[in-house]
């Protein structure tokens, strides 16, 4: 289907080079997401319509929750750190990436017992932002529990993108950019381990995997860079539909808003009139709410 202004619309005029990484905050009722290459936090408040940013001193790569709702787990290129609006710029470190600066945190989610999961990349940014031509090779994909011990789940990955679970915590979804690939895993709430690693969306036609959401019916949402459109994706790997965007660089997606029945949508620069935005697509399913990373 090809979405109409009706069906999606244009929320918030970021002009980002690189948005990414969204996420809902339901006690501020309010969507925050990053601009990689810019190095800022955005948070849109639809009831005033709204856009605060914030800025550090490295690529933002995503936002998420925490079991304290003033203080948010960002993802840089990196580190990770917690950090609250009320005391920027101040961020207390959780955990340093020992290949950084060659390697760089890309695409992040908090699993159902509280842990984080992200992956690497090639760092394709430069200190002032700009794009660096890179082979990208080499990713890992880390756990990162709260005291900030780390362990390795998964070698030779391109670019990370993707990092959900099903709504029963049963399953875990990774995908590798480069690869065309997106993984289903087993996983386990006991231990927080994956396991049996296999195909859930390899070589599809409709451009590449970037970020994902989940629905509460375990259908899974991924953004597609090129054709610039999201796909409805059934637990057994069957797309179940295609929705066209105005931007041909869609980069992730979040559900927000009342009921959780708005997908939020981020992008990047390209020569579309409306790249860069932020949009919002109101669904007839519900997302489910986002893990919180466990504070100590």
């Given at each position: 289907m090809r979405a109409t202004?009706?069906?999606?619309?244009?929320?918030?005029?970021?002009?980002?080079v690189c948005g990414e990484g969204a996420v809902w905050h339901p006690e501020q009722r309010a969507l925050y997401w990053t601009d990689i290459n810019r190095f800022l936090v955005h948070r849109f408040t639809p009831d005033s319509d709204a856009t605060n940013t914030w800025q550090f001193a490295e690529p933002v790569t995503s936002v998420n929750l925490t079991?304290?709702?003033d203080r948010f787990l960002l993802v840089f290129g990196s580190s990770v750190g917690l950090w609250?609006?009320?005391?920027?710029?101040?961020?207390?470190?959780v955990f340093r990436l020992a290949d950084a600066p060659e390697m760089r945190f890309n695409d992040a989610g908090v699993d159902p017992r509280g842990s984080l999961w992200v992956g690497t990349m090639r760092n394709n940014v430069g200190a002032s932002g700009e794009d660096l031509d890179v082979a990208f090779e080499n990713g890992v994909l880390y756990r990162i529990e709260p005291d900030g011990t780390a362990t390795e789940w998964r070698h030779g990955i391109g670019i990370s993108n993707t990092v959900a679970w099903s709504p029963d915590s049963r399953?875990?979804?990774?995908?590798?950019t480069?690869?065309?690939?997106i993984y289903q895993y087993d996983y386990d709430f006991r231990t927080g381990d994956i396991s049996n690693e296999r195909a859930?969306?390899?070589g599809y036609r409709h451009g590449v995997p970037d970020g994902s959401a989940m629905d509460s019916e375990g259908f899974l949402w991924n953004t597609r860079p090129g054709p610039g459109c999201l796909i409805r994706v059934a637990p057994d790997g069957n797309v179940d539909r295609i929705v066209y965007l105005p931007v041909s660089r869609p980069t992730t997606c979040a559900f927000g808003g009342e009921g959780l029945k708005t997908l939020f949508i981020t992008s990047a620069r390209s020569l579309?009139?409306?790249s860069g935005c932020v949009f919002a697509l109101r669904t007839e399913v519900r997302g489910i709410p986002e893990s919180r990373f466990r504070l100590r």
């Open positions: 202004a009706d069906d999606i619309k244009c929320i918030a005029f970021a002009g980002d079991t304290d709702p609250s609006p009320r005391t920027h710029p101040h961020v207390e470190t399953t875990f979804y990774f995908g590798d480069t690869a065309n690939a859930f969306l390899v579309d009139q409306l």
